[in-house]
């Protein structure tokens, strides 16, 4: 049976526009979290405001980051209530995406990821905004950095004097003591054990407690090293875990983090009210006696420090605070209007391309090119819902705790939702051949497939246009805007590749038949010229 010509266009059509649009897609939900980041963030076309400080209160401050660490983990730890006892604590909340390289800039810059431009750990480069280990350097002091598995920071701040990678058991903290003896001014230690518990076994195990054990046993001996009546100790981290293991969200357990600080310069049993990760640069730099980040917008803990000159050390904060602000605020609000504008250019896109798709389907079925019904149309549109569900019961949830560090387990539920979709498209596909005559199903496909095709562009492209990376940088986002655009991305990407898959088969069923039919039909002449 010879195919009709404007049918056979038809799934030719089809068959590359699904292609094509399932790798778009598929590309567009790879790139959405690097495409959060924004390498140029509005602050950082604004001068630095650099006010000089009053005095120095600390020959040596360390600022110890304990990744992952709760803050009611934290409590019971001999170190830390050691340090607790000396000095003064609070429970500080960290910063939305609550991930490490955002707030490792949050703790440096004072400049939290909405500002700062730092949204994601794909983040690649120099920090746009100034930072604490500038400063460091611009009054003539030096700074070191150690981790026993985090190479975050050096990139981030390549102004740091030393960065040593320590991942063997027990030199991260030889590196640390070792950099105290050689007399850095500034040295910051990122402690990365109670993280990686965390997420391999969730923060309700042993195996997390028994981390952040560890940690605190490590904390104690760099704390050894110090001398507290002449040096000062900053403790605290970049988020915590929730109980099943992940963060990035918002949720009490993974926003709420302790904060520890004791020796020189910190006023014992001092009441910290309100305290954020923003606020360690100041008060750091407050204790070094050189100026705070520029672009800072935390404050200097003021109620804690025993410094020279609190008085004028709080005008000098309250400046800086207040002229970075309304900078920030100014800029930002351009920024989200050129992003409106960006997505009522994309909204238009989207319009045209889905009534361009929509009058070919309706002048593709009015021909008699394809066929569209109820079961036709249900086998087009229905398989997108059906993925997008499965992806939000097999993440568990759009909040972005449930994926952030875990890229595995994105990549494991992308592999299970498209197996799914693989197996929804030609059941429901076939669900509309029941019934008719052969030569009806590849017109039937054809239409079910136009359909898919139609659905998923609407959903690839209007997440793209409403929900796409760098629109959300432009303006911020929020938890959702994390996850579920990702997820809507793969959702139409295995659509729109199950309408090519069921194209092909059916295809192939196709022409099987067509070449058996012929091969039937040349029979009986064989079996006449094999008559003698």
């Not at 100034?130 to 981790?147: E, I, K, T, W």
């Not at 005559?437 to 409403?466: D, E, K, N, Q, Y």
Request: include cysteine.
């Amino acid at each position: 049976m010879k195919l009709p010509a404007a049918t056979a266009a038809a799934l030719v059509l089809a068959a590359a526009a699904s292609l094509g649009l399932s790798v778009q897609s598929a590309r567009r939900a790879a790139d959405h979290l690097r495409s959060l980041n924004d390498a140029h963030p509005p602050l950082a076309d604004a001068p630095p405001v650099l006010v000089p400080p009053p005095g120095r209160a600390a020959r040596t401050v360390v600022l110890v980051v304990l990744d992952g660490l709760r803050a009611d983990t934290s409590r019971g730890l001999p170190a830390l209530e050691a340090l607790r006892a000396r000095g003064a604590s609070a429970v500080a909340h960290t910063h939305f995406p609550s991930i490490s390289s955002p707030n490792y800039v949050s703790l440096l810059t004072g400049v939290p990821p909405r500002h700062s431009g730092v949204r994601t750990n794909d983040y690649a480069g120099r920090v746009a905004v100034d930072n604490l280990f500038a400063r460091v350097r611009a009054a003539g002091l030096r700074s070191a950095y150690v981790s026993q598995l985090s190479e975050a920071v050096p990139e981030l701040f390549p102004d740091a004097d030393e960065a040593v990678l320590a991942p063997w058991p027990g030199t991260a903290v030889s590196a640390a003591r070792a950099a105290i003896a050689r007399g850095v001014d500034f040295l910051v230690v990122v402690h990365n054990a109670p993280d990686e518990a965390g997420h391999a076994h969730g923060a309700a195990s042993r195996a997390y407690r028994d981390a952040a054990a560890q940690a605190d046993r490590d904390l104690g001996e760099i704390v050894a090293a110090l001398d507290l009546e002449r040096d000062a100790v900053l403790v605290t981290a970049d988020h915590g875990h929730t109980d099943a293991g992940g963060h990035g969200g918002v949720e009490p357990e993974v926003m709420a983090v302790p904060l520890v600080l004791a020796g020189a310069g910190i006023r014992p049993g001092a009441r910290i009210d309100d305290a954020a990760l923003v606020d360690l640069a100041p008060t750091a730099a407050a204790l070094l006696g050189v100026a705070s980040p520029g672009h800072a917008l935390g404050r200097t803990l003021v109620e804690a420090l025993a410094v020279p000159a609190p008085d004028r050390l709080r005008i000098a904060d309250a400046m800086r605070r207040g002229i970075v602000d309304a900078l920030a605020t100014q800029l930002a609000a351009a920024r989200a209007r050129a992003a409106d504008a960006t997505q009522r250019q994309r909204g238009l896109e989207l319009a045209s391309l889905a009534l361009a798709t929509l009058a070919f389907v309706v002048w593709a079925h009015r021909r008699g090119a394809v066929f569209l019904d109820a079961r036709a149309l249900c086998a087009g549109v229905l398989p997108g819902p059906v993925v997008l569900s499965a992806f939000v019961v097999l993440v568990g949830g759009l909040t972005p705790s449930v994926v952030a560090g875990r890229p595995d387990a994105i990549a494991a539920n992308a592999v299970a939702a498209g197996v799914l979709a693989t197996a929804v498209h030609p059941l429901l596909v076939l669900g509309t051949f029941m019934g008719r005559p052969p030569r009806s199903r590849l017109r039937t496909a054809a239409g079910a497939a136009l359909v898919g095709i139609f659905a998923a562009l609407v959903c690839s492209h209007g997440a793209w246009a409403l929900l796409g990376g760098d629109v959300l940088a432009e303006r911020f986002f929020g938890p959702g805007d994390v996850v579920l655009p990702m997820l809507v991305q793969l959702a139409a990407a295995a659509q729109a590749g199950g309408v090519f898959l069921a194209l092909v088969l059916e295809m192939v069923v196709h022409w099987s038949r067509a070449s058996m039919r012929g091969r039937v039909a040349a029979a009986p002449a064989r079996l006449v010229r094999a008559v003698p």
